[in-house]
């Protein structure tokens, strides 16, 4: 007789990159298929849409890399995956950044139908947005960045 074992995931290291001016980015990222997607969304340490360094507006972007955005810590980041009907969102804190990695904390989670604990109401559009995203198919877009104003 077997013992089921659940791994729980409070903690994740995120591969991260630079910008141009070495500061720290992650890629909103994601989209959907025929019965499946998936998305990545990052929100400010207030729930806030953040800013953007680049959007990329041309090559393959089905389903891929949406917006750069340069992060801190006490930002959030979003992830949904979702199969047919079944939705799992995972909320996650920015914690520490080092080098090439950021160590994100999780703070919620949602899957069968009900959260662990409420999510903090100021996380609402962020936790909207990234369901849209995974439900959005082949997505092309970001969801939930604006872009910085361009400056020559």
């Known amino acids: 007789m077997g013992v089921k074992y659940y791994e729980t995931m409070e903690k994740i290291v995120v591969a991260i990159e630079k910008t141009k001016r070495g500061f720290p980015?992650?890629?909103e990222r994601g989209g959907a298929c025929t019965n499946s997607g998936s998305a990545r969304i990052i929100a400010k340490s207030?729930?806030?849409v953040p800013t953007a360094v680049y959007i990329p507006t041309g090559?393959?972007?089905?389903?891929?890399?949406h917006a750069l955005i340069p992060i801190h810590?006490?930002?959030y980041v979003v992830s949904v995956a979702k199969h047919r009907d079944d939705l799992e969102v995972l909320i996650f804190k920015i914690h520490e950044i080092q080098d090439n990695q950021a160590i994100l904390e999780k703070i919620n989670s949602y899957d069968r139908g009900e959260w662990d604990k409420d999510p903090e109401?100021?996380?609402g559009a962020a936790i909207s947005a990234a369901i849209q995203k995974a439900d959005c198919y082949h997505c092309r877009r970001a969801m939930y960045a604006k872009l910085k104003e361009k400056t020559i």
């Open 121 to 123: 109401d100021f996380l």
């Open 46 to 48: 207030d729930g806030s």
């Open 73 to 75: 810590i006490g930002y």
């Open 25 to 27: 980015a992650i890629w």
């Open 59 to 65: 090559g393959h972007l089905s389903n891929g890399e």
